[in-house]
């Protein structure tokens, strides 16, 4: 898989891609993520890559000369399946969401910045919108790496154990079961008798269960679908 990410801000994205499952992921060559700065593709000498919005109105918006030539760039030298635009004012990411694009050979993220990109690049180019959640943040670096990090780990090999993206919190629509390790007890505090009784198809029942009443009582929501 190759992701592209067309940003404003490259430092603010770039570090979560250096660490732990991420950067094992590329080290092995199993995604290939690549920056692009937008001024690179500024309108003039000084980075102009934004202005005021018709009817006037606070805050800037990404003009669309600067994101048709980097998109356009980038087309020319291969198909991309998605050309995905972080945004508050869409969809919320879901697991559903990332299970699908996880599948895909080439996506395209843009982030928005300041009061977003001219409606008309949302018209020509994006084929799927992203939101991470109820909330505004500065730009949408973090949200593109939020995405990318629930993505990432999801393509083969990624994760030591294959099966253990599978038991995450909603890839079933109910939240994880309570895990515990060693010591089996601490300070009075004991690990439930069932997960040291070794009876595999009774632990199996257990942790469906405490699935099922945790998603009860923190996200009923959950169990509506
Ligand atoms: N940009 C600003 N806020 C955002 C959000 N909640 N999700 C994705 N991109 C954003």
Not at 156 to 168: F, K, N, Q
Request: charged share 30%; with cysteine.
């Amino acid at each position: 898989m190759r992701i592209d990410i067309i940003t404003v801000s490259p430092e603010l994205i770039k570090s979560p891609f250096e660490f732990s499952i991420i950067k094992r992921a590329i080290d092995k060559n199993l995604v290939e993520v690549y920056f692009h700065d937008l001024r690179t593709y500024a309108l003039n000498d000084y980075g102009k890559i934004d202005d005021y919005q018709f009817g006037g109105g606070a805050g800037m918006v990404l003009m669309i000369e600067p994101i048709d030539k980097c998109i356009s760039k980038l087309k020319e030298e291969r198909t991309y399946d998605e050309v995905i635009y972080m945004t508050p004012d869409a969809p919320t990411l879901n697991q559903q969401t990332a299970n699908t694009l996880s599948l895909k050979e080439n996506i395209i993220i843009l982030c928005g910045h300041y009061k977003g990109v001219d409606q008309r690049v949302r018209d020509l180019y994006i084929t799927r919108e992203i939101s991470i959640g109820d909330y505004v943040l500065s730009g949408g670096e973090l949200g593109a790496a939020v995405l990318c990090d629930t993505i990432i780990r999801l393509i083969p090999g990624v994760l030591g154990d294959e099966t253990s993206a599978l038991t995450d919190s909603f890839q079933d629509n109910l939240l994880s079961p309570p895990v515990y390790t060693r010591p089996s007890e601490y300070k009075g505090l004991k690990v439930p008798d069932i997960l040291l009784s070794g009876n595999f198809p009774k632990i199996e029942d257990w942790r469906n269960e405490q699935s099922f009443e945790r998603t009860k009582k923190i996200r009923p929501d959950l169990l509506e679908d």
